[in-house]
């Protein structure tokens, strides 16, 4: 057991599912992430890192979306142990 | 008898709304164009018990929010042009992202059908979906079809046919927000209300007023701009 360790999506590893705690975005890009359903308290993955790391892979909802960084590192969640 | 109504077709992309339409109108649709956008829009007919259905394919969307041009157009024609009935065509499979859009249509307008498809995948899945428990939750007529296989269209022609007749009333349960949003809505509600009247809902407004959405400003200055002096 350890203390939950929040992280930012842009700094997961291929694998790791994050469930998201906060969108520290506004206006029409926050809008457009709810609505693929980036939310607070959903599980995502990530399903894989370009060569340089950017944009991201994520399983969000049973659909793959990428995120630039400009996004990925908006948004944060709980690192939740694999395998567990 | 010869009365004619509009039904519109709303729906995430790739939930089968255009095949829905395909199977009802029996590919007699032609395109046209809507508010000025050169987004063109499928239309059909389909007659049901001496009355026609003027069919509306809106643009797929995942929202209703987000600006896109594609968004705007399904947006204003909910909104603005009123259909008679608005059917939200969702993908069985896939619930909780088609809910999304589904929950918004709610909010802006009360004759709403919640039309469940790909129904006969899901159930391949393991899925089972209990349309009464979600027609008491929503509250408005939740229907199970499979376009592809055309089950189900009796019972939606048929609602549709129940709605535009005023046999069913649909009464959209409102979506409870924080009671710091609550106490907003409030506050701007009988405002909204004055402008706006019964041409649109004054809570859904006075939420996207509060959400800052500008473009929807716009749209009702434009379209109501000129109200206020013929009153």
């Known amino acids: 057991m350890s203390i939950p360790k929040i992280i930012k999506l842009v700094n997961g590893e291929k694998g790791n599912l994050i469930r998201i705690t906060s969108l520290n975005l506004e206006g029409v890009m926050r809008r457009r992430l709810l609505d693929l359903g980036f939310v607070a308290g959903a599980i995502v993955e990530v399903i894989r890192k370009s060569p340089l790391g950017d944009p991201i892979a994520f399983r969000v909802s049973q659909t793959t979306i990428a995120l630039r960084k400009e996004e990925s590192s908006q948004i944060e969640g709980v690192l939740m142990t694999n395998g567990e | ?231």
């Not at chain 2, 800052?212 to 749209?219: F, I, P, R, V």
Request: proline residues 4%; hydrophobic residues 40%.
């Open chain 2, 1 to 231: 008898m010869g009365s004619s109504y509009r039904i519109a077709l709303a729906g995430n992309p790739n939930t089968g709304k255009s095949t829905l339409f395909n199977a009802l109108t029996g590919l007699r649709q032609h395109t046209g164009n809507w508010a000025g956008k050169t987004v063109s829009l499928a239309q059909g007919n389909v007659q049901y018990k001496g009355k026609t259905f003027h069919l509306i394919d809106l643009p797929g969307t995942y929202s209703l929010f987000s600006n896109s041009s594609d968004e705007e157009v399904a947006r204003n024609y909910i909104v603005f042009e009123k259909p008679d009935v608005t059917v939200v065509v969702l993908d069985a499979t896939s619930l909780e992202r088609n809910f999304n859009l589904a929950l918004q249509v709610l909010e802006m307008t009360k004759n709403v059908i919640i039309c469940i498809n790909l129904i006969d995948v899901a159930e391949k899945q393991g899925i089972t979906i209990n349309e009464r428990i979600l027609t008491n939750r929503l509250g408005v007529p939740v229907i199970k079809i499979s376009a592809r296989n055309k089950k189900g269209f009796p019972m939606l022609l048929d609602t549709i046919d129940r709605i535009v007749t005023g046999a069913i009333e649909c009464q959209p349960v409102p979506m409870a927000y924080p009671d710091e949003i609550e106490e907003k809505i409030k506050k701007i509600e009988p405002k909204v209300f004055e402008l706006v009247g019964n041409q649109l809902s004054a809570r859904w407004v006075s939420l996207r007023l509060l959400d800052g959405d500008e473009k929807l400003l716009n749209e009702i200055n434009q379209r109501f701009g000129q109200k206020e002096v013929v009153e």
